[in-house]
């Protein structure tokens, strides 16, 4: 099937909701792989071969579990097309896909803590850059946050 567009999708969402019709839910999601797919091989390309520790179709899976979200949670309401909650659901699955299994698997873990104080060590660089020709030492950003 050829992917669906915004007002597409939004009439089968619309009469999935009134009848709970799993058949309706699968056209729907079926019409809507095409972001899955796009948003994933995008990402999947984007990566540094060594850093690839999973297979394509992993991330097709998470990027499912994106749009499953995406249907699950759509509110025609708040003003955003589907298509759109659609795209920002499964970009987000799949970079925490990507996040979890490339970083986790490296050992690289921030904490909440390390993430929060990131904005001010970035500024302390930039401020003590701009006053030398050199990169800061890891002492001068600690000294100056």
């Not at 597409?8 to 699968?26: G, I, K, T």
């Not at 499912?64 to 995406?70: D, E, K, N, S």
């Not at 970083?103 to 904005?119: H, Q």
Request: proline letters at 3%.
């Amino acid at each position: 099937m050829a992917g669906m567009n915004n007002t597409q999708a939004e009439v089968c969402l619309a009469a999935y909701r009134a009848s709970a019709d799993s058949a309706l839910y699968q056209t729907l999601a079926k019409g809507l792989d095409h972001i899955v797919l796009g948003i994933a091989r995008q990402r999947f390309r984007l990566l540094p071969s060594s850093f690839i520790t999973f297979e394509w179709y992993d991330l097709v899976q998470a990027g499912r579990l994106g749009l499953v979200q995406a249907l699950d949670t759509y509110d025609p309401r708040k003003g955003l097309n589907l298509t759109a909650h659609v795209r920002r659901r499964v970009s987000g699955e799949v970079t925490s896909f990507i996040r979890d299994h490339v970083y986790g698997d490296l050992g690289v873990s921030l904490s909440i803590r390390a993430k929060r104080a990131m904005p001010t060590v970035l500024e302390a660089r930039s401020r003590l850059g701009r006053c030398s020709s050199r990169r800061p030492s890891p002492w001068e950003l600690y000294q100056a946050t």
